[in-house]
């Protein structure tokens, strides 16, 4: 099996890896290795085509492998280039690289809004991750913005075109898991747009995680749209028997409310197992559940800051209280 190194950290993978996927495991081999991943908008596991779209995940390949050590000249889509034994690759160790990275991120960000204050998708949003650690303070584009009014394309998906960054993971998730393919791309160039064909409307049986798989805030909840911030519920695991999917989920709380169900996802921002608009949409009631405990969130998202796990939460409970006239006299004593 051929052998590569990202950032000094070798790993031995199998045949027709992509360098993307060989950073993803030695992140998943050790947590403290994790910053050799590059980052992704367009790639998704479980959507075949996906990849090469967003070039927000290209890497400089500093020697191709041990038969060809040649650098390649060019930084290259590490999710749609695949390993080769030798290879060594560099993600982060690069200045000329990031700096390739960032003027891509002004790109993505060129027509983008700042309307992160109003976005449902603000807090689990991965263009916020990306711009925050590739992004320019301010924007060197003179021209005027494109524009979209929003529109809905169904019952229950909101489209917001104005912050689409044309990934194609929704189109790929029509394309892959549903019947009736009814929205795309239209046009070309700088134009093009996702759209539905003369009015028709997306009420497939999976069409619902298209919210799922877009990265940022172009497609939200309709049934949860200003319903609560994300950082402000409270995401538990549950699943129920269902015929049409998994069941398998995350039922976002307030109190002993369900304000929305999505599916799970893994630590690289990708749902686990996709599941049925039945379940996403019309489940709403907790009693159509059984609740499994607390989902582990990512200690770096900010829906991670107040949740605790059932032995931390029950000991914060147990607790008692502080002796508050014991604390301000204290604090009298370290100001004297």
Same mark, same amino acid.
Request: hydrophobic share 30%; aromatic share 6%; net charge neutral.
């Given at each position: 099996?051929? @052998?590569?190194?990202?950032?000094?950290?070798?790993?031995?993978?199998?045949?027709?890896?992509?360098?993307?996927?060989?950073?993803?495991?030695?992140?998943?081999?050790?947590?403290?290795?994790?910053?050799?991943?590059?980052?992704?908008?367009?790639?998704?596991?479980?959507?075949?085509?996906?990849?090469?779209?967003?070039?927000?995940?290209?890497?400089?390949?500093?020697?191709?492998?041990?038969?060809?050590?040649?650098?390649?000249? @060019?930084?290259?889509?590490?999710?749609?280039?695949?390993?080769?034994?030798?290879?060594?690759?560099?993600?982060?160790?690069?200045?000329?690289?990031?700096?390739?990275?960032?003027?891509?991120?002004?790109?993505?960000?060129?027509?983008?809004?700042?309307?992160?204050?109003?976005?449902?998708?603000?807090?689990?949003?991965?263009?916020?991750?990306?711009?925050?650690?590739?992004? @320019?303070?301010?924007?060197?584009?003179?021209?005027?913005?494109?524009?979209?009014?929003?529109?809905?394309?169904?019952?229950?998906?909101?489209?917001?075109?104005?912050?689409?960054?044309?990934?194609?993971?929704?189109? @790929?998730?029509?394309?892959?898991?549903?019947?009736?393919?009814?929205?795309?791309?239209?046009?070309?160039?700088?134009?093009?747009?996702?759209?539905?064909?003369?009015?028709?409307?997306?009420?497939?049986?999976?069409?619902?995680?298209?919210?799922?798989?877009?990265?940022?805030?172009?497609?939200?909840?309709?049934?949860?749209?200003?319903?609560?911030?994300?950082?402000?519920?409270?995401?538990?695991?549950?699943?129920?028997?269902?015929?049409?999917?998994?069941?398998?989920?995350?039922?976002?709380?307030?109190?002993?409310?369900?304000?929305?169900?999505?599916?799970?996802?893994?630590?690289?921002?990708?749902?686990?197992?996709?599941?049925?608009?039945?379940?996403?949409?019309?489940?709403?009631?907790?009693?159509?559940?059984?609740?499994?405990?607390?989902?582990?969130?990512?200690?770096?998202?900010?829906?991670?800051?107040?949740?605790?796990?059932?032995?931390?939460?029950?000991?914060?409970?147990?607790?008692?209280?502080?002796?508050?006239?014991?604390?301000?006299?204290?604090?009298?004593?370290?100001?004297?």
């Amino acid at each position: 099996m051929p @052998k590569v190194t990202i950032d000094g950290v070798m790993i031995e993978v199998p045949e027709g890896t992509t360098i993307l996927q060989a950073a993803r495991m030695i992140g998943e081999r050790n947590k403290a290795d994790r910053h050799v991943v590059p980052p992704a908008m367009c790639y998704y596991t479980k959507l075949k085509t996906s990849g090469g779209y967003c070039r927000t995940c290209i890497v400089k390949v500093s020697k191709g492998s041990d038969k060809d050590p040649r650098p390649m000249p @060019k930084p290259v889509a590490s999710c749609r280039t695949n390993v080769m034994d030798g290879m060594e690759v560099q993600n982060t160790t690069d200045p000329a690289l990031i700096d390739a990275r960032n003027g891509v991120v002004e790109f993505l960000l060129i027509n983008h809004p700042l309307d992160c204050p109003i976005c449902d998708q603000a807090g689990e949003c991965h263009l916020q991750d990306l711009s925050y650690e590739n992004g @320019k303070e301010a924007s060197r584009y003179e021209f005027e913005r494109r524009t979209f009014d929003p529109i809905d394309i169904g019952e229950t998906i909101k489209l917001h075109m104005t912050r689409c960054i044309l990934c194609y993971r929704c189109v @790929k998730v029509a394309d892959q898991l549903t019947d009736g393919r009814s929205h795309g791309v239209i046009n070309r160039g700088d134009v093009s747009e996702i759209s539905t064909y003369i009015s028709n409307v997306i009420e497939n049986d999976f069409s619902g995680n298209m919210i799922d798989v877009c990265p940022v805030g172009a497609l939200t909840d309709r049934t949860f749209r200003f319903a609560s911030r994300v950082w402000f519920t409270n995401p538990q695991d549950a699943h129920r028997n269902c015929d049409k999917c998994c069941g398998k989920v995350v039922l976002w709380m307030k109190g002993a409310e369900v304000l929305r169900v999505t599916g799970r996802k893994d630590q690289w921002g990708e749902v686990e197992e996709f599941i049925c608009n039945t379940c996403r949409f019309e489940k709403k009631d907790l009693a159509d559940w059984k609740v499994e405990g607390p989902r582990q969130i990512d200690r770096h998202s900010v829906i991670s800051q107040g949740h605790y796990n059932l032995e931390r939460k029950q000991a914060l409970l147990t607790t008692p209280a502080p002796n508050v006239p014991e604390l301000a006299r204290n604090k009298e004593l370290k100001e004297r």
